[in-house]
């Protein structure tokens, strides 16, 4: 990579929208620590709400500082790694699925010709949302059940403190994966909306992209704080921070709730929604013997694809014909 590529870069990095983006997520957690300072707190002063935000505790804690060193070092190495972002794949399933669907049935893409409309534009980008939300939600539920996925997952959840940064403990191999799968559902939507009206472009507010939108509105920050945020009766709707925290706890009852990323219906649809009681504590990490090997950047980078690998090599062995160990089932 190149002295200019580099600078070039940077410079996109802290171009208006960026910078605006900056600006809305940096609000809405200070907004969100007011509220639940207000909310939990009788006796208010800077220095106590100070103490609220940033309690020792937490910004102390063993699992504070990996979360700061993982997110520092992940960071430095993503544009090195060339993981392909997600709308390649979202393009690439959607020009496919556009190929098989107009030989399939003698369509000449597009139906509709011109720019599309404001009517179509908001429709396409709310199919398209949906589609996210649900494939999220699809492959969540995946790494929870399958224990080749969970040693990649369990990177995320081996967070013991929530600070925000949390949001990011993703395991690259784990990001990758998941931006692959992300391809498939909405590639199909994409696919299928090419074959009506082409040049479709989603919804901007304020010149935000929908999905960064979508990322600051349901809180994806706050969410991985201890902050317990609720949308009252948006909760229906739209999954708020305190419900994503009970996804984290160590609580055997709280094991495989709350999967969803924006929308909280597909855990009602699906029967994994757990309602925590308003202002209920969750205590976060793994309930697991070596839970704090975690707690750096080896455990955080090579722990996980060693442990992947153990999984393989137990697969190959109990189908080869001399097999006989027994099976270890995976912790949910």
Not at 46 to 73: G, M
Not at 179 to 200: A, E, K, M, Q, Y
Not at 202 to 208: L, R, W
Request: hydrophobic share 45%.
């Amino acid at each position: 990579m190149s002295i200019s590529s580099v600078v070039e870069m940077i410079m996109e990095k802290i171009s208006g929208a960026n910078l605006l983006t900056a600006g809305l997520l940096l609000l809405t957690a200070f907004v969100s620590a007011l509220v639940a300072y207000w909310r939990t707190t009788e006796d208010k002063s800077f220095r106590e709400f100070f103490d609220f935000v940033f309690p020792n505790e937490i910004i102390t804690h063993p699992s504070a500082r990996a979360d700061l060193l993982f997110w520092v070092t992940k960071k430095a190495i993503m544009p090195f790694l060339m993981i392909p972002a997600g709308v390649t794949f979202v393009v690439a399933v959607g020009y496919a699925t556009n190929r098989v669907l107009s030989t399939l049935f003698q369509i000449d893409p597009p139906l509709f010709q011109g720019p599309p409309g404001p009517v179509t534009i908001i429709i396409f980008t709310a199919t398209m949302l949906i589609a996210y939300d649900i494939s999220y939600y699809l492959y969540h539920v995946a790494q929870h059940r399958f224990p080749f996925l969970w040693e990649l997952h369990k990177v995320h959840h081996s967070a013991e403190v929530m600070v925000g940064i949390t949001k990011d403990r993703v395991h690259p191999l784990d990001e990758l994966m998941n931006r692959i799968w992300d391809g498939v559902i909405p590639g199909i939507c994409f696919g299928i909306w090419t074959l009506l009206s082409l040049n479709l472009v989603e919804v901007t507010i304020f010149g935000v992209n929908v999905y960064v939108m979508r990322n600051i509105l349901m809180m994806d920050f706050v969410r991985h704080t201890h902050f317990k945020i609720s949308f009252g009766p948006l909760n229906n709707v739209i999954l708020c921070p305190h419900w994503h925290q009970l996804h984290h706890s160590v609580d055997p009852r709280h094991y495989d709730k709350n999967f969803g990323l924006m929308f909280s219906f597909w855990d009602r649809l699906f029967g994994t929604l757990c309602v925590p009681h308003p202002n209920e504590d969750f205590k976060f990490g793994l309930m697991e013997r070596n839970a704090r090997d975690y707690q750096s950047l080896s455990g955080l980078y090579l722990l996980p694809l060693k442990k992947m690998w153990e999984h393989v090599a137990r697969r190959f062995r109990r189908t080869s014909p001399d097999a006989s160990e027994p099976t270890q089932s995976s912790q949910p």
